[in-house]
């Protein structure tokens, strides 16, 4: 079968909008290649730029346990951050703008004009945890940008160089005051400086590259977890709280 990238990408942005994500995985006979479903993830982009938006990172998905086990499958995988989807830590968010929001806790990075790393600081990952083909993949999963709903940011007050974490033990993810999730800060084998050095490359090989200042997710050892109206949600390292969010 032919498959029209651009208008899949068309397709793909309106139902984001619509906050109905991926309904082209209804179809029990669509498919998508790896690589046609980052040509779909990266037109998307491309459409949101021209929209006014603006790229500002990636977020490096599925290396960790948590969301291995969740989904089945192993990644990395890549997603593309946009500026008008960071929020300040102590932000209150509608649930009704997301589609099955889970959350996860995570660590962040930020590059520097060599783009490598300058600093590091826990972040919420805001998602849209939806599948719609008859089995999880991959490819759905990279179409979807990931799932990437945006970032709950601890920036202002918790972007320290990266040394100041190195001898943190855990990241915990706390829902109304209960700790649900707990695990290492960096899932990958060598730290951020090997989620850096994966997205470096994979990014050549799709004509991108990370510019200096952009904001990288490293991924995380914890799983996503939905989270509804009325809940709290705070990240904490080495149980001190760093970063929260409200969801109405």
């Not at 948590?66 to 989904?71: A, S």
Request: glycine fraction near 10%; proline fraction near 3%.
């Amino acid at each position: 079968m032919i498959k029209n990238i651009q208008k899949i990408a068309h397709r793909q942005l309106q139902d984001y909008k619509n906050i109905n994500p991926g309904t082209c995985f209804s179809d029990k006979k669509f498919n998508l290649s790896i690589h046609e479903a980052y040509a779909v993830q990266d037109l998307v982009a491309g459409l949101r730029s021209a929209e006014g938006e603006a790229v500002i990172g990636f977020k490096v998905g599925c290396t960790g346990p948590g969301t291995t086990k969740l989904f089945g499958m192993q990644g990395p995988i890549r997603g593309t951050l946009f500026d008008k989807e960071v929020y300040e830590s102590g932000v209150e968010l509608n649930a009704n703008n997301f589609c099955n929001l889970a959350v996860e806790a995570e660590m962040a990075i930020k590059v520097d004009a060599d783009r490598n790393i300058l600093s590091a600081f826990p972040i919420i990952e805001l998602h849209n945890l939806v599948f719609r083909a008859p089995q999880k993949s991959l490819s759905e999963l990279i179409a979807n940008n990931g799932l990437n709903r945006g970032i709950v940011s601890s920036a202002k007050t918790w972007e320290k160089q990266l040394e100041f974490y190195e001898n943190k033990l855990a990241l915990s993810l706390e829902v109304n005051g209960s700790e649900i999730d707990s695990g290492e800060l960096w899932p990958m084998e060598g730290g951020p400086t090997s989620s850096l050095h994966w997205l470096k490359n994979h990014l050549v090989d799709h004509d991108l590259e990370i510019l200096p200042g952009n904001i990288i997710l490293g991924g995380t050892a914890l799983g996503l977890h939905k989270v509804q109206a009325g809940d709290r949600i705070d990240v904490k390292v080495d149980g001190e709280k760093v970063v929260n969010c409200f969801i109405n």
